[in-house]
């Protein structure tokens, strides 16, 4: 039964939101506690995965899962991984899922339809995305939480969504037709789709074949760097997240994570460095395009005026920040950096998406919400005598509500710029370590990337305390209320941080052993072929026999 | 046969790509349209091209797998062909809502200004 656990966080957010397609709006209610109680057991499925990952490599034994569907043995036909990475990132997607979901109960959910069944389909797609060990079944599962970001996006309507989303919809449709290319190319020279299969392979391609399995492997990447929001692949990304509603913005803050998850697998399995002719290919470019996505996140942020569009560039930042340590381990920057980088893809989205949530709280005094209603009213020819009883937010309001709301956006603000307290801080120490100890990297190349670590930190420092000043000190007559509802999953956001950065041994411990396992590509690509089917393991029960 | 279907391909994504770039949101969605037909096809030459061979084999013992066609680039096409079509039309929804909420169909929601 317990082997069955790996494909549970694809099939429980599933069920819950082909479920909750039946019924309309009227029961919302219910929609919410079944979306609630989904989003939940996702979570305690994605602890016990974790703790599969972690205690199986402390007893050095098998510490990657394997799932074959359908009982196929590994190359032929769809196998999900859980590796330490992936455990890793589902627990990340189900915390900031549940974040998110609490704070939409308080007025998202009204603005639209079907909210909680698109909800729940973006998280199939994200958790599917993860787990999954076959390129082909990737594309599948970026497909299906593209479908359910569109919708969501759209949610609420109004001509600046609409607007956006047509630009976000037409740059992704895009995006999936340079990744089918790439795909079908891997597939045109070597016949596999398995991830495993192809790590296995690569030391074997024939140079004939070689530039064109590199460029179907290029192709791929491109379509990844524009999921994952890097420059000059981004600007449609600022605009698109800003739109959003923001439980939505803070769910797109792990969707750019989701691009350089891929681009972090498949440039670790497949260009390792037992991999041949093709080791380490495109370490510069990455490092290049990385450290020039820091540069411009950073002067985004610096410039924004905002804070939905700082929090957009600082979502942007965090992407480059990773993308440049990805082609720096790809150039042999050594496990520590990678473990440092992994700690701080732990800790940012978290703190990004804690910020998306206080986008609507902190400028309800401009009329953020209040505006857009009366737009989308004014288009219908209603009267703008919007908000009503009905568009208010739910649930009780808190009296010391700003000055909670002002302490979160302090943590946060430690948290994304990096500075002691917070956990940001932990994963650039260690990024910079693991930077000047090891030799394999150029000295000029790693006295760049930690300038730049530093600066955009700083960069993020003046944006965000700009913004908060105006909010919180040279704004006297705040009156409007702030709901229960909307500060208690910020609060959550930031403990859940705050936790992280307590137990960062435990944090960095775990997040070191994920990078060692990265670099171990064989392991993975062997127990993948080896993986045993349930039909070898036990005899066959006298039902199975027709 | 390969030339008259790489020529199909070429001639379909340079349509395709030309008219994504074009301000007006229905040649976009035409140039979308093209750009998938063009990948799908694509697709299904990386299954190599044969002519009248079957792409399911017979039950039972060893086959010839050189005479027949190459089944998985087919069930990928399918796969593609559904997504893409799905895509599509949601893209198309979300065209004539940006029509009647903005009255213009440029991508941008206004005309650009006439110097």
């Known amino acids: 039964m317990s082997q069955h656990l790996i494909i549970a966080p694809i099939l429980i957010p599933f069920v819950a939101g082909a479920l909750m397609l039946l019924y309309d709006d009227r029961q919302r209610a219910a929609k919410f506690w079944l979306s609630l109680i989904a989003t939940g057991l996702t979570l305690a499925v994605a602890v016990a995965l974790l703790m599969r990952a972690k205690l199986g490599a402390s007893e050095g034994a098998e510490n990657i899962g394997f799932y074959l569907l359908g009982d196929w043995a590994a190359p032929m036909a769809i196998v999900l991984v859980l590796d330490h990475l992936a455990a890793m990132m589902l627990l990340l997607t189900s915390v900031l899922a549940l974040a998110s979901l609490v704070y939409a109960r308080a007025s998202w959910h009204r603005q639209g339809q079907h909210y909680f069944s698109l909800f729940q389909f973006l998280l199939v797609g994200l958790n599917g995305a993860f787990l999954t060990g076959d390129l082909f079944n990737l594309f599948v599962f970026f497909e299906v939480l593209l479908a359910a970001s569109y919708g969501l996006l759209l949610h609420g309507s109004g001509q600046v969504r609409v607007r956006a989303g047509l630009h976000y919809i037409a740059i992704n449709l895009a995006a999936s037709l340079l990744l089918l290319l790439g795909i079908s190319l891997i597939y045109g020279v070597t016949g596999t789709l398995n991830m495993a299969h192809l790590a296995s392979m690569m030391p074997d391609i024939d140079a004939a074949n070689r530039p064109l399995l590199q460029m179907g492997l290029a192709l791929m990447g491109v379509a990844f760097l524009v999921k994952a929001g890097i420059w000059p692949l981004s600007f449609w990304l600022p605009n698109a997240y800003m739109a959003a509603a923001a439980p939505v913005g803070a769910m797109f803050a792990i969707m750019t994570k989701v691009g350089i998850y891929a681009i972090l697998r498949l440039t670790m399995l497949l260009f390792a460095a037992g991999s041949g002719p093709s080791a380490g290919l495109g370490a510069g470019l990455l490092i290049g395009l990385g450290m020039a996505t820091v540069v411009f996140g950073m002067l985004g942020v610096l410039a924004s005026q905002s804070l939905g569009r700082i929090a957009a560039h600082a979502v942007i930042l965090s992407s480059g920040t990773m993308l440049a340590v990805t082609g720096l381990a790809l150039a042999g920057g050594g496990e520590w950096m990678l473990a440092g980088a992994l700690h701080y893809m732990v800790a940012s989205p978290l703190a990004a998406g804690a910020l998306f949530l206080m986008v609507e709280p902190m400028s309800r005094d401009d009329g953020g919400i209040a505006a857009m209603l009366a737009l989308t009213a004014e288009i219908y020819g209603a009267k703008a005598d919007l908000p009503s009883d009905d568009d208010g937010p739910d649930g009780p309001a808190i009296a010391a509500g700003p000055a909670l709301l002002a302490a979160c956006f302090a943590l946060c603000l430690l948290a994304l710029a990096g500075l002691p307290p917070m956990p940001g801080f932990i994963g650039k120490l260690t990024m910079i370590q693991g930077v000047f100890d090891t030799a394999d990297t150029s000295p000029w190349l790693g006295w760049a990337f930690v300038a730049l670590l530093l600066v955009s930190g700083f960069a993020t420092l003046i944006g965000l305390a700009r913004i908060g000043i105006q909010t919180f000190w040279a704004n006297d007559d705040r009156d409007s209320p702030v709901m229960a509802m909307e500060i208690a999953p910020i609060m959550a956001l930031i403990t859940v941080l705050a936790v992280i950065s307590i137990e960062s041994e435990a944090v960095l411990r775990y997040t070191d052993r994920t990078a060692q396992a990265l670099h171990q590509t064989s392991r993975y690509a062997q127990g993948v072929l080896t993986a045993p089917r349930a039909d070898d393991a036990q005899p066959p029960t006298p039902e199975d026999v027709p | ?115």
């Open chain 2, 1 to 115: 046969m390969e030339i008259v279907l790489s020529l199909a391909i070429g001639v379909l994504s340079a349509s395709g790509i030309w008219l994504i770039l074009r301000p007006r949101s229905f040649q976009v969605i035409v140039g979308l349209c093209l750009l998938s037909y063009a990948v799908n096809l694509f697709i299904f030459s990386m299954g190599r091209l044969t002519l009248s061979a079957p792409a399911i084999m017979p039950k039972g013992g060893f086959v010839d797998p050189t005479r027949y066609a190459d089944p998985l680039p087919q069930a990928l096409v399918l796969t593609a062909i559904v997504i893409s079509f799905a895509t599509t039309a949601l893209f198309l929804v979300v065209l004539i809502a940006s029509r009647g909420f903005t009255g213009t169909d440029h991508v941008d929601g206004r005309e650009r200004e006439q110097p």
